[in-house]
């Protein structure tokens, strides 16, 4: 019963392929988000999902496009992959708090997909 | 836009010692939200502690706790009683809340080895 689950866990390709990772997460949560661990291990937020509804998007190339089919589920599609892409890339998902009621909004993370562009 | 340093790129510990790892952050706002994630080799995002930046009151899991000083803008956890299982990159993270939404922002990690 994994809480947040990426497919998958790693992905190797040649360079202008196109690729999607796969996020689910079983929690309830109704937030979900994408970062992006380099090769330095610095962690950067990419993207966030609110009940499917694109919330932050953080100066990423237009080549990723993230796409919520549903509040439990946020996949990372991305376009003419370049050897820059190689990375971590974590799924996230929280309870977001909104308005003054303060809720459990830890950020949960899956295990990552490793990717690497040849 | 909020920013955290971890200072310590690399620490190492003997095994049952106790080792504290050092985080600080600035922001603008009054209350908000301070976390440590640990990352085994397994590359997994574990949650270690969390604290609210509201109460005083220092957060504590077991053998880990923190030094909250809301005041130096300074997060530091303490590993007591280190065992090998801890040995991992250690995560400092701070959640900002941006249009409607929160993000986390993290440090650049501490790793930690422990020494038998």
């Known amino acids: 019963d994994t809480a947040v689950s990426q497919t998958p866990k790693y992905l190797v390709t040649q360079m202008g392929n196109d690729k999607s990772i796969k996020c689910e997460q079983n929690?309830?949560?109704?937030?979900m988000y994408w970062y992006k661990q380099d090769s330095k291990k610095f962690l950067k937020i990419m993207f966030s999902?609110?009940?499917?509804?694109?919330?932050i998007n953080e100066t990423v190339p237009n080549r990723f496009s993230p796409k919520s089919p549903d509040k439990a589920h946020l996949n990372l599609h991305i376009n003419s992959l370049e050897l820059g892409d190689s990375a971590v890339y974590f799924c996230?998902?929280?309870?977001?708090?909104?308005?003054?009621?303060?809720?459990?909004?830890?950020?949960?993370f899956g295990p990552g997909t490793r990717l690497t562009v040849l | 836009a909020q920013t955290v340093t971890q200072s310590q790129p690399e620490m190492s510990v003997q095994e049952a010692e106790t080792v504290t790892l050092s985080c600080t952050y600035d922001?603008?706002?009054?209350?908000?939200?301070l976390f440590w994630y640990k990352q085994p080799p397994s590359r997994q995002m574990i949650l270690v502690i969390r604290?609210?930046?509201?109460?005083?009151q220092n957060a504590t899991e077991n053998r880990f706790s923190v030094n909250f000083q809301k005041a130096a803008k300074s997060f530091s956890l303490k590993i007591s009683d280190s065992q090998l299982g801890d040995a991992a990159m250690y995560f400092c993270?701070?959640?900002?809340?941006?249009?409607?939404?929160?993000?986390?922002?993290f440090g650049k990690g501490t790793k930690l080895t422990v020494n038998p």
């Open positions: 996230a998902s929280s309870q977001w708090a909104s308005g003054s009621m303060k809720v459990e909004d830890t950020q949960y």
């Open positions: 929690l309830g949560h109704d937030t």
């Open positions: 999902y609110n009940n499917k509804e694109l919330i």
């Open positions: 922001t603008s706002e009054s209350d908000y939200y």
């Open positions: 604290q609210e930046a509201y109460k005083q």
């Open positions: 993270a701070y959640r900002e809340t941006q249009g409607g939404s929160e993000k986390l922002v």
